[in-house]
RNA sequence: GGUUCCUUAGCCAAGUGGUAAGGCAAUUGACUGCAACUCAGUGAGCACCGGUUCAAAUCCGGUAGGAACCUCCA
């Protein structure tokens, strides 16, 4: 398989640390608010990464955070007279609810911030011991200028930064890089440390986590958002480097951006779409056909025009399913598990040049042609019909569409038997109303 | 101001040197009792300009337009 490394900038050949095993970690949100459909974004192309990869054989270990501490949750429990807990327990809630519903797979570990307090502020005060922090006034900052090639995953370069850099109130820092690890407050929870009582800065706890759940400093994949990649993963990479002199993960991936009528999404435009309701009003096959179909590294546009084309290209896939597996209990074949192997090969090869989904969808298309042929043969060859059928229903699978066959009943077997004698007797009426019957039952 | 990236048919979207995948829409034909489904066919020379090369959508330079990021938004 081939990976795009935010790092290198490069296509490159994957190779997991451990055999046949990925260790994956994908940044999670700030549990502040719902889930809006960007949000969806990541869940659904890690998810058929991670599908891509055990379809393959692969175990993986599939871990993202929950920013349960954060400025944004302690003000909206302010707002509504909570506690914080509540208020992250209820968007955590709300985040796997998405999951479940998008047909995520679970994750093999949902850290947070708050179950790992000790380990964050043993880490900061070894950044201290080594001198790769200072403490000010209670804060702790990184000492970005420790780092010799601090930048290196954006492409930032130090200098061209300082001049870019926004002016801060904040003249504590010692440079106006250095990331807070650690903000002494009055506010809301707070932890008690050597230097202040308060709570961590955002960055710290993606590298405790990462080295904590996965038991190393190393691992495959780092995933996440475009816009993550500075500062928060440079700043995780650099923590990383100064602890560990680890480069953190071996793959940094991206994911792009979504807008919606081309406008990127934000409350002051008044344009956010929740996921919740994106998903109620066109189902979640609808949402993950759309989204992968284009690539993942690419920004992605959602409007009424491309919805729609998810649904008609989704419904072509779901009626050939259909429709191949009514045939074949009107014909009272028997399934096999036989796999059409080169069919599902071709499509794996397609996904394996850096999760290319649309290509991915081509040989979908093409196996559908292919299915939809082998059915209206006049002599169908059941047996390697239903080798197809269990190429697509894999396919499917990996992209993590659901996908019910149809179970035909003993009414539902006469009536497409009423409906055959009715055309050859050329009762046509007769003829539609058992049409009507199994087209409304969703079985043509 | 800095960094990274993008520009392919009406629309979506692949394609990193050898002569433009796939889909949606449109349209023609076949199938059908009619229809739906399905199958077959029809359409672009790749933003623009210049260069390298036997050969460029693909590499290099420039122009125009657009996007993301530059301290906590996936």
Redesign the pocket.
Known sequence: MKLYN?KT?S?EEFKSITPMHVDMYV????V??H?????A??MIVFDTLRRLFEVQGYTVSYVSNY?DV???IINKALNEELDEITISTRYIDAYQAVRDSLNVKPLTATPKVTENMPEIISFIKELLDKEYAYVVDGDVYFR?TKIEDYGCL????ID???????I?ENSK?E??????LW?TTDMGIRWDTPWGKGRP???TECVVMINKVFDSDHIDIHG?????????HE?ELAQSQALHHSQLANYWL??????FDG????KSLGNVVWAKDFISEYGSNVIRWLML???Y?????I?E??I??AK??L??VL??LR?AEVAQQRAKIIDHKEIDEKLLDRFVA?MN??I????G??E???T??????A??EKDVDWQALISIKNALLKMIEVIGISYQPPILTIEDLNNFEQ?DN??KA?N??L??IY?KTL?EKGL?
């Open positions: 935010s900038n296509l940044c999670g949100p700030t502040y608010n889930p809006h459909i960007g949000n974004r990541p920013t954060d400025d944004k970005v954006s492409k930032q370069n061209d930064l300082q001049v870019g850099a926004r801060e820092k440079n106006p890089l250095d990331f807070a903000k800065g955002w960055h996440g958002g475009m816009d993550l990649k500075f500062p928060h700043n991206h994911n792009g951006m979504l807008n406008e990127k999404m934000s179909s284009a690539h590294r690419a920004p992605l546009n409007s025009q491309t729609n084309t008609t290209e419904e072509r009626t050939a429709q397609a040049e850096d290319n989904t649309p290509n969808f081509m979908i298309f093409e559908i042609k292919i299915l939809n042929k059915l209206r409906w009715a055309r050329k046509f009426e003829a539609d049409r087209s043509l």
